[in-house]
């Protein structure tokens, strides 16, 4: 066999291997499947994990971790109401809460059975 056929012949056997290599590795891949997408809605009717031992939580010793139990306090928003209390001082009441962005009467007439100050 003279030089050129066997180039050819080895380009081929390449290629065929090739092919192979990808089809094995295609078989393996798993078949796609979009992300399973969850909604939380912050509006719930639960209670506040220390309704149960009615413990009420002080709001100018709560840390982050404590405000998030009251429903609708995410890491945000306790962030935003510790940073109210380092830059503005205690509360007074728990009515100053209102003055946190993010915090209404809805939202504060919900909390006021688990809060003092």
């Not at 094995?24 to 994990?49: I, L, M």
């Not at 009515?95 to 059975?113: F, S, Y």
């Amino acid at each position: 066999m003279d030089q050129e056929h066997r180039e050819w012949w080895l380009f081929a056997v390449m290629a065929a291997l090739l092919v192979a290599v990808v089809l094995v590795a295609w078989n393996d891949v798993p078949p796609f499947t979009p992300p399973s997408v969850s909604y939380h809605s912050t509006q719930t009717t639960a209670a506040p994990t220390r309704q149960d031992t009615g413990d009420k939580i002080s709001i100018n010793r709560a840390s982050a971790e404590d405000l998030m139990q009251l429903n609708g306090v995410g890491e945000v928003l306790a962030e935003r109401i510790i940073r109210y209390r380092e830059e503005n001082g205690p509360f007074t009441s728990v009515e100053d809460l209102m003055n946190v962005q993010g915090v209404g009467e809805k939202r504060l007439a919900e909390w006021m059975p688990y809060l003092t100050v």
